[in-house]
């Protein structure tokens, strides 16, 4: 069977931007960067894109373009006899599914609360303790989380079912430029608002009293780990997509465009949120150590109830966050698809079925695990948290440090000299060759202090 293309530069661009593009750095990133300084974490977070992001990137595009598979076959087809970085599927089939596992079930409350704005039935709901209690009755309502996630689950791979071309490319590129569209809309408007220049300056100039209230050390770490994680490198679902495209491009000008949109996206998030926070909730009531999605259900829930033209505002943003999650989960669905395809040889349609079921139990645990098993603890974690903590702070930073060694060391793995030749392939921006010895020892030192950073923080 003849592997299945993109069939436009742009869609390629626009749904490997919308896997990295994620729930994390819409709403996480903004806080984080206004809790640690605001420009200074802002110019730090994107040093570590350029530094780290970007070559990792390019090393998994490298490889799935080399190898024309998902990692369930890439390692196999392009390592030396006798090397065992084949095993590294098993790493990126677990991950895939892991992340699905809470994902699916945290889109489902994005999908919640859509229609909630939707038809206005949540705006007679006041006030940021009445909006946590809200969030929590529905967060513990298993019948009605199970629904929404296995819609999620549904929509998503009923999407891939379709095919490559006609599915998951076309649908994605019209949520993904709907995304561009909706968060630069709600940018603009949110910038008009009263106490707009208070929440601006807040957001985006260098503070050195916050810096100092931080620690720089912190601030450093924080941008560094923000800058690895929203990329989504090192469970094989940047690769996937490198499968898919042709030699026509290098693979360094490709990495830095689907960076910049990441990074696009999450700074205008910031432009959403500060203005809004500091016109309609005397500033900001959360900060980086505590941030996480009750900030996005509650308060800024509570600014939108507060709002002249609040059902509309909180319609379309929270329809912004469906696109933002669905354009994930369907990039994932399509790795999934992926291995099945190379493994079984069986259709689209009944991977699609089979994996809609398999989902929907493997769900069940994050649900239940806020509601019925609410007292089950993994090493002091919930559910959702425990496997979150898995895929952030391990299988990401050790994936893509495997992927980096594979590509930077010929004795090792794949080695510098296919990894670069691969990169270099078509025309644009080359990889730079002079970056030989940073890939190979300078950068996973890095990625493993990140790792590290991560059991230190927790």
């Known amino acids: 069977m003849e592997r299945e293309k993109f069939g436009s530069r742009l869609g390629f661009i626009l749904i490997s931007a919308g896997c990295a593009i994620g729930l994390g750095n819409v709403y996480r990133f903004p806080i984080t960067a206004g809790s640690y300084g605001g420009a200074f974490f802002v110019l730090i977070y994107m040093a570590f894109l350029i530094f780290l992001g970007i070559p990792a990137m390019t090393a998994e595009l490298a490889v799935g373009r080399a190898s024309k598979t998902s990692i369930v076959k890439s390692f196999e087809l392009l390592e030396k006899p006798g090397q065992k970085w084949h095993l590294m599927k098993y790493v990126g089939i677990a991950g895939n599914y892991l ?36 969030f929590a009755s529905i967060v513990t309502d298993v019948r009605l989380c199970t629904v929404y996630t296995f819609a999620v689950i549904l929509i998503c791979f009923g999407v891939c079912s379709l095919g490559l071309q006609k599915g ?43 810096l100092k209230q931080a620690g720089i050390w912190t601030v450093i770490s924080s941008a560094m780990g923000q800058a690895f994680f929203t990329l989504s490198v ?33 700074i205008m998030s910031g432009l959403i949120i500060f203005p809004a926070c500091f016109t309609y909730n005397n500033g900001v ?16 829930s509570s600014i939108f109830n507060s709002m002249p033209v609040g059902r509309i505002i909180g319609t379309l943003f929270f329809l912004f966050m469906v696109f933002a999650a669905f354009s994930t ?28 079921v398999l989902l929907l139990i493997l769900s069940l645990p994050t649900i239940l695990g806020n509601s019925l098993w609410s007292a089950f603890t993994i090493f002091g974690k ?42 270099n392939t078509g025309k644009g921006l080359a990889f730079p060759k002079m970056f030989k010895f940073y890939m190979q020892y300078i950068l996973p030192v890095i990625i493993f202090i990140v790792w590290l950073q991560g059991y230190i923080a927790k």
């Open 234 to 266: 090192g469970i094989g679902s940047i690769a996937i997509f490198g499968s898919y495209i042709g030699k026509e491009r290098r693979l360094m000008g490709e990495t830095i465009t689907i960076v910049s949109l990441d990074t696009f996206v999450a």
């Open 168 to 210: 998951v490319e076309k649908i994605t590129k019209v949520m993904m430029l709907a995304l561009l569209a909706l968060i630069i809309g709600l940018a603009i408007y949110s910038c008009t608002l009263p106490n707009a220049a208070e929440g601006l300056k807040f957001y985006l100039i260098p503070s050195l009293t916050h």
């Open 285 to 300: 009531t959360a900060d980086a150590s505590s941030v996480g999605a009750s900030f996005l259900f509650t308060t800024l």
């Open 382 to 423: 919930s559910i959702m948290d425990a496997e979150d903590f898995i895929i952030s702070n391990n299988l990401l930073p050790l994936g893509a440090l495997v992927y980096v060694i594979f590509c930077s060391h010929s004795k090792y793995g794949w080695g510098w000299d296919n990894f670069i030749s691969e990169a």
């Open 99 to 134: 992340l699905m596992m809470f994902y699916t079930t945290i889109s489902g409350w994005m999908l919640i609360y859509f229609v909630k704005y939707l038809s206005g039935s949540i705006m007679s709901v006041q006030g940021g303790e009445a909006l946590g209690n809200l």
């Open 329 to 356: 989960v369907i990039a994932v669905f399509e790795n999934i698809m992926s291995f099945w395809l190379e493994l079984t040889h069986m259709s689209r349609r009944k991977i699609a079925v089979i994996n809609i």
